[in-house]
């Protein structure tokens, strides 16, 4: 095995696919200015969760290609004074009380680069005078230090509940590796969870639903593995996220070339349905509507069909607000001619996913330019594919 093979297997990332994310995003245009911030509420359990995105230079591992499904979005670096003015601004528009308020940059809220020291304590600040039960952060689990909890809650009031979200997206290694380029470690997730928790501090893990190359059943099952084994190692809470198709994504390109769809939101139902319900009201769902105010941030979002449509958004809306196993049963006996034909595409015959992988490996290496590198520095990658056929994964 070839040195940069093993220093990228080390950080749990994927040669390959940082270099075709990096080239499918380098067409990419830089966030607008005109849009330092974001927010929107909907109903969960607790009342109404408010949602805080402010505008950063963007997530780190983006920058090293990131995530295969993920475009948060690069902008040029805003000044400390406009991340926190941008956060004001957002925390001034809601206009109903907020019972859970997550704040989140274009990446990791505890990442020093990403959002500097000053600003993240002024921010901190902000979040403390505001009147809510709970405060969530979004970040990447190798920011959660000793220090960082500790400066999180030393600035918030006694008695409020502090959270952190984890996009642990997958259980299985080698999904994280081949599919996602998730980098980072599983073992790097426990770590972070237990951390967590010594500080009072509960830990959400976001997993997807439809990541690259793997089939609708092969999904499903990923992501049902995924939520009961996180609740069972250091997640309080699982959230479940339908994958839509971004554009300067992997998964756009594949969706451009017909090797890829957005998960049906039947398949959102079954992974709901394949969890015991005494882990229900641990289990929440989130986009699985788009809230894009622009069709040049999404080219496909997860759906079933215009038939059913609004009542099936409408009784996810309920889950999302009730968690409650009765609204997922109504939803799985829910009778409509899309649901038969999703319940059917299930069946459909597949190739082994690691043949599937390498085959696609090989596909976009032609298109993009990096089959040399396949055929060269690539072989030790291709092997480590391989594995999974093999029953040894090397992830
Ligand atoms: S999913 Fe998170 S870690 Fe991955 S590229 Fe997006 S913001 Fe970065
Ligand atoms: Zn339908």
Known sequence: ??????????????????????????????????????????????GNYGEVWFRTA???WDKRGGCTMCNYGTSPSPSTGAMVESVKQALAAFDQPISE??????GSMLDPVEVPQEARSRIYSLIA???TSKVLLETRSEWITEEHLLELCASQPIGRQLAVEIGLESIDPWIRRFCINKGGSIADFVRAAKLAHQHGVEVYANVCLGTAFLS???????????VIWALKNGADHAVVFPLHVKPYTLLDTLYQRDAYAPP???????????????LHSKVEIAWYRSYYDTDTKIHRSPDTCPVCREDVLSQLDQFRANQSTQTITTLSDYACVC???????????????AKRVEAEYYRLGAEF??????ATDGIGLIDAIRSRSRGIIVA
């Open 1 to 46: 095995m070839n040195v940069t093979i093993r220093k990228q297997q080390e950080d749990g990332s994927n040669i390959f696919l940082s270099r075709l994310m990096g080239i499918i995003r380098k067409p990419r245009s830089q966030l607008s200015v005109d849009q330092p911030f974001f927010n929107r509420i909907e109903r969960v359990t607790a």
């Open 58 to 60: 963007g997530c780190q």
């Open 101 to 106: 308020l997550m704040v989140s940059p274009s």
């Open 129 to 131: 005078a505001f009147p």
């Open 216 to 226: 609708p059943l092969e999904a499903i099952e990923d992501a049902v593995v995924t």
């Open 264 to 278: 049906s939101l039947w398949s959102l139902v079954e992974v709901l349905r394949r969890i015991e319900p005494e």
């Open 339 to 353: 649901h038969g034909r999703w319940s059917d595409s299930l069946a459909a015959n597949t190739d082994g996913l």
């Open 369 to 374: 330019g990096l089959d040399e590198w396949l």
